[in-house]
C-alpha cells in the first residue's frame, strides 16, 4: 500500500519524509479554518451595524424606537440586547453589556489560534527538515570514502532544502490568513465599544430625563407663599 501510494505522490514530495507529510497535514488543517472564517464572516458580517446604528440615531433625536429582533452581525446583536434589558440598575446592565461582548467577540476569534499555531511551526518544521536531510547527505559523503561524488552531497542538498520551501509555502498563507481575521475582528471590536459607549451615554440621558421633575409637578415660589399665607 505504502508503495502504490508513494508512486502517485510527486517525487519531492516523498524525498522531504516525513516532514512533508506533517507540513502537508497543517496545509489542510489551515485551509479548513481558512475557509470557515470566510463562511462564518461572509454570514454574520463582522463589521456591520445596521440596525445599532439606526437605533442610536433614533435615541439622539429622542425618539423611543420600539423593541426589535437583534440581527446576525455582532454589533447589532449586543447593541439591541442591551438596549432591550435596559431596565435592569446601571452596574448590572453596564456588566451584561461587557458580557455580550465578550462573548460575541470570542465566538469570532474560534480557530485563530489554529492558523498562528501553523504560521509559527511551519517554518521550524521545515528547517528541521532541512537539518536532517543535511546531516544524511553529509553521511553519505562519509560513506564514500575517497570515491566522493559531488552529486551526493548537490542531490542531498536540494531533497533537504525542499522541507524548508515547503514550510515557508504553507506557513505564508497561514500568517496571511491570521492577520486578515485578527484585523476584522478588531475593527468590529473598535465599532462595538464606540456603538456601546453611545447606548451607554443615551440611557443615561433618558434616565436623567425621565427622573428629572416636570415643571408642572414643581410648585412655583408665588404658588407656595400663596398657599403659606
Known amino acids: 500500500m505504502t508503495s502504490s501510494l508513494q508512486f502517485h505522490l510527486p ?31 461572509a454570514r454574520v458580517r463582522p463589521k456591520a451595524s445596521r440596525q445599532a446604528d439606526a437605533l442610536l440615531a433614533s435615541l439622539e433625536r429622542g425618539e423611543i424606537p420600539a423593541q426589535q429582533k437583534p440581527g446576525r452581525t455582532p454589533i447589532d446583536q449586543v447593541v439591541l440586547t442591551s438596549w432591550n434589558q435596559r431596565d435592569m440598575d446601571e452596574q448590572s446592565w453596564e456588566e451584561d453589556c461587557l458580557r455580550r461582548a465578550r462573548e460575541s467577540l470570542d465566538e469570532l476569534r ?5 492558523l498562528e499555531v ?31 561524488d559531488p552529486a551526493i552531497l548537490s542531490g542531498g542538498i536540494w531533497e533537504a ?51 428629572a421633575p416636570t415643571r408642572d409637578s414643581v410648585p412655583s415660589s408665588e404658588a407656595r407663599i400663596a398657599h403659606v399665607s
Not at 522531504?16 to 497535514?25: H, R, S
Not at 474560534?110 to 489554529?114: A, H, P, Q
Open 11 to 41: 517525487e519531492w514530495f516523498v524525498s522531504g519524509g516525513i516532514t512533508m507529510w506533517v507540513l502537508g497535514l497543517m496545509s489542510v488543517i489551515g485551509l479548513a479554518t481558512l475557509i470557515s472564517k470566510i463562511l462564518q464572516f
Open 110 to 114: 474560534g480557530g485563530l489560534r489554529i
Open 118 to 148: 501553523i504560521s509559527a511551526l511551519a517554518p521550524l518544521l521545515g528547517l528541521l527538515g532541512t537539518v536532517f536531510g543535511m546531516i544524511g547527505a553529509f553521511q553519505a559523503l562519509e560513506q564514500a570514502g575517497s570515491q566522493v
Open 161 to 211: 532544502l525542499l522541507t524548508t520551501a515547503a514550510g515557508l509555502t504553507v506557513a505564508i498563507p497561514a500568517l496571511a490568513a491570521f492577520h486578515w481575521a485578527d484585523r476584522t475582528i478588531e475593527v468590529c471590536r473598535e465599532k462595538l465599544q464606540d456603538r456601546l459607549s453611545q447606548l451607554k451615554v443615551q440611557r443615561r440621558r433618558l434616565d436623567q430625563d425621565s427622573s
